[in-house]
C-alpha cells in the first residue's frame, strides 16, 4: 500500500478565500440555520490546523523512511562483506560459504552457448 502524500485541501483553500472576504463583515453576523462568521472561521482555523499536523506526522515518517533505507544500505553492503570475507577464508565451493547464504561455484549453472 503506499502511503499518502501531504494534503493540500481544496476546500480548505476555498473557505480562506471566503474568510478574507468575510474580514469586512461583524464577526456576530448571522449567515442563517446558527451559522456566523465566527463559526465559520473557526472551523475554516481547525481544518487548517488538522491538516497541518497531517502533514507533519508524515514528514516525520518520511525521517524515519529515510533512516530505514540507510541502515538497509549499510546492512546490504555488510552481508557482501560477511560473504566476501567467509569466501576468501574458506573459498567460494565450502559448506561455511554455502551455510551463510552463498551459492556454491559446484552448484551454479554453466552458461549455455549462444548460436
Not at 501531504?6 to 446558527?34: E, N, T, Y
Not at 499536523?53 to 515518517?61: D, F, I, K, Q, V
Not at 577464508?89 to 561455484?105: A, C, I, L, N, T
Amino acid at each position: 500500500m503506499a502511503r499518502p502524500k501531504k494534503l493540500v485541501s481544496p476546500a480548505l483553500k476555498k473557505a480562506q478565500v471566503r474568510v478574507a472576504g468575510l474580514g469586512a463583515m461583524d464577526s456576530k453576523a448571522a449567515l442563517g440555520k446558527g451559522l456566523t462568521v465566527q463559526s465559520y472561521t473557526d472551523e475554516v482555523g481547525k481544518l487548517g490546523v488538522e491538516i497541518a499536523e497531517y502533514n507533519a506526522l508524515l514528514s516525520s515518517l518520511d525521517v524515519k523512511l529515510n533512516g530505514i533505507k540507510k541502515r538497509e544500505r549499510t546492512l546490504e553492503t555488510m552481508s557482501g562483506q560477511v560473504l566476501r570475507r567467509i569466501a576468501a577464508d574458506f573459498g567460494p565451493d565450502s559448506d561455511e560459504y554455502e551455510r551463510v547464504g552463498g551459492k556454491r561455484m559446484s552448484e551454479r549453472k554453466k552458461p549455455g552457448r549462444k548460436a
